[in-house]
T-cell receptor
Framework: DSGVTQTPKHLITATGQRVTLRCSPRSGDLSVYWYQQSLDQGLQFLIQYYNGEERAKGNILERFSAQQFPDLHSELNLSSLELGDSALYFCASSVAGLTYNEQFFGPGTRLTVL | AQSVTQLGSHVSVSEGALVLLRCNYS??????LFWYVQYPNQGLQLLLK??????LVKGINGFEAEFKKSETSFHLTKPSAHMSDAAEYFCAVSDRDPSGGTSYGKLTFGQGTILTVHP
C-alpha cells in the first residue's frame, strides 16, 4: 500500500459524458501528478500540482482539467468523453515535487468509455 | 526532450536464471533514472533510482541497475529470478531543467517490459 488513494476504482460511462477522478496523496506529500496509461500510448504524464498550484503540464487534452484543493487532494475532470479516453488513470504523490523525489503511485482508476 | 527506450516488450526467463531488462535513455543533461514495477491490477512501485551518486544502484527485491553514461544505458538486473518477479517493468527518466536548475519531477516512461518467469 503506497498510501495514495484513488476513487473510484472503476468507472464506466458513455461518450460525451463528464467524469471526475479523485486522488488523496500520502500524508505530508505536497505534490500530485496525474498519468494516463493506455495500450497504444503507454504511460503518459498529464499534469502536476504542488501545494495547490499547477506546476507542469504534459500531454493533457483541453477537455481535461485538474485542480488541487487546500487539503491537498486532487481531482481530474474529463469531459466530452471519447472512446479513446478509455485508459487507466494514475495519481502519484511526492513530498516536494522535485525531480529526484520518489513518486508514490495510487492503484489507479480504470475508465471505460462506451 | 528526454526519452527512454526499453528493448524488448516481453522477456521470458526460467526460475533461478539471470534477469536482464534493457533501458537506454536520451537526455541533454545528466539524468535522474528510475525503474518501476507494476503487478497486475496494481499501481507502480519504485524498484530503484539513480540520482548521480554511485553508478551501481541497488534496489528492492534483489534488483540492481548500473548507470553507464558512455552507453546511455540503465539496465536492470537480478541474479536469480523468482516466480514472484513476474510483472511489467518500466524505466523512466525525470524531466530535468536543461539549464541545470531544479525541475519539477515529471517522469517520462519507456513502453514497459513484461517479464515472465517459468518454473
Amino acid at each position: 500500500d503506497s498510501g495514495v488513494t484513488q476513487t473510484p476504482k472503476h468507472l464506466i460511462t458513455a461518450t460525451g459524458q463528464r467524469v471526475t477522478l479523485r486522488c488523496s496523496p500520502r500524508s505530508g506529500d505536497l505534490s500530485v501528478y496525474w498519468y494516463q496509461q493506455s495500450l497504444d500510448q503507454g504511460l503518459q504524464f498529464l499534469i502536476q500540482y504542488y501545494n495547490g498550484e499547477e506546476r507542469a503540464k504534459g500531454n493533457i487534452l483541453e477537455r481535461f482539467s485538474a485542480q488541487q484543493f487546500p487539503d491537498l487532494h486532487s481531482e481530474l475532470n474529463l469531459s466530452s468523453l471519447e472512446l479513446g479516453d478509455s485508459a487507466l488513470y494514475f495519481c502519484a504523490s511526492s513530498v516536494a515535487g522535485l525531480t529526484y523525489n520518489e513518486q508514490f503511485f495510487g492503484p489507479g482508476t480504470r475508465l471505460t468509455v462506451l | 526532450a528526454q526519452s527512454v527506450t526499453q528493448l524488448g516488450s516481453h522477456v521470458s526467463v526460467s526460475e533461478g536464471a539471470l534477469v536482464l531488462l534493457r533501458c537506454n535513455y536520451s537526455s541533454s543533461v545528466p539524468p535522474y533514472l528510475f525503474w518501476y514495477v507494476q503487478y497486475p491490477n496494481q499501481g507502480l512501485q519504485l524498484l530503484l533510482k539513480y540520482t548521480s551518486a554511485a553508478t551501481l544502484v541497488k534496489g528492492i527485491n534483489g534488483f540492481e541497475a548500473e548507470f553507464k553514461k558512455s552507453e546511455t544505458s540503465f539496465h536492470l538486473t537480478k541474479p536469480s529470478a523468482h516466480m514472484s518477479d513476474a510483472a511489467e517493468y518500466f524505466c523512466a527518466v525525470s524531466d530535468r531543467d536543461p539549464s541545470g536548475g531544479t525541475s519539477y519531477g515529471k517522469l517520462t516512461f519507456g513502453q514497459g517490459t513484461i517479464l515472465t518467469v517459468h518454473p
